[in-house]
T-cell receptor
């Protein structure tokens, strides 16, 4: 299984871009990188995912390095409501048709007024 | 419904009692996951259902844990003879496998289980 490494916490000033890094040096060629976030006392919320190309949606951008060993989630204009734990996940295929998501401890992002 | 719902939202039980946790997935979603999250920890995979296929039970921590999914929709996670270490938030997620590249798992709000 490809494991991910994230810093335990980060601060970001409100209105600035938040750049959350993730290392996944053992990722295999058919594994996708997913990002979820979990606001306190809520279930995880999907943000974005990608394979090797950079991706952008209404919530964030995902930048994946050419060797795919690391990625960065970018929240372009962080707001106080973006304060959450952000999980970088490599989708693991268990072999039984189960694309389970293996969650680590994530990065606790605190957006500061 | 608009999203995944779970019930109860909170459950307090005594050690040794059995509990049942319910998950109503998004209508039409063929796949359903159960995870649990202990305090301050990441999510731990428990079990996966996909259509009529045999479930992937590889994450269940002991034989006290079981789950079923009736009619391909609602799922129930049962914990027998609860122990204090079972205290956690139990999360359910569903997704539609018809478009595997676009798949995302949608999570419910969770059931907070406290075993005294």
């Amino acid at each position: 299984d490809a494991k991910t490494t994230q810093p335990p916490s980060m601060d970001c000033a409100e209105g600035r871009a938040a750049n959350l890094p993730c290392n996944h040096s053992t990722i295999s060629g058919n594994e996708y990188v997913y990002w979820y976030r979990q606001i306190h006392s809520q279930g995880p919320q999907y943000i974005i995912h990608g394979l090797k190309n950079n991706e952008t949606n209404e919530m964030a951008s995902l930048i994946i390095t050419e060797d795919r060993k690391s990625s960065t989630l970018i929240l372009p204009h962080a707001t106080l409501r973006d304060t959450a734990v952000y999980y970088c996940i490599v989708r693991f295929y268990s072999g039984a048709g189960s694309y389970q998501l293996t969650f680590g401890k994530g990065t606790k992002l605190s957006v500061i007024p | 419904g608009a999203g995944v719902s779970q019930s109860p939202s909170n459950k307090v039980t005594e050690k040794g009692k059995d509990v049942e946790l319910r998950c109503d997935p998004i209508s039409g979603h063929t796949a359903l996951y159960w995870y649990r999250q202990s305090l301050g920890q990441g999510l731990e995979f428990l079990i996966y259902f996909q259509g009529n296929s045999a479930p992937d039970k590889s994450g269940l921590p002991s034989d006290r844990f079981s789950a079923e999914r009736t009619g391909g929709s609602v799922s129930t996670l049962t914990i027998q003879r609860t122990q204090q270490e079972d205290s956690a938030v139990y999360l359910c997620a569903s997704w539609d496998r018809t478009s595997w590249y676009q798949e995302t798992q949608y999570f419910g709000p969770g059931t907070r289980l406290l075993v005294l």
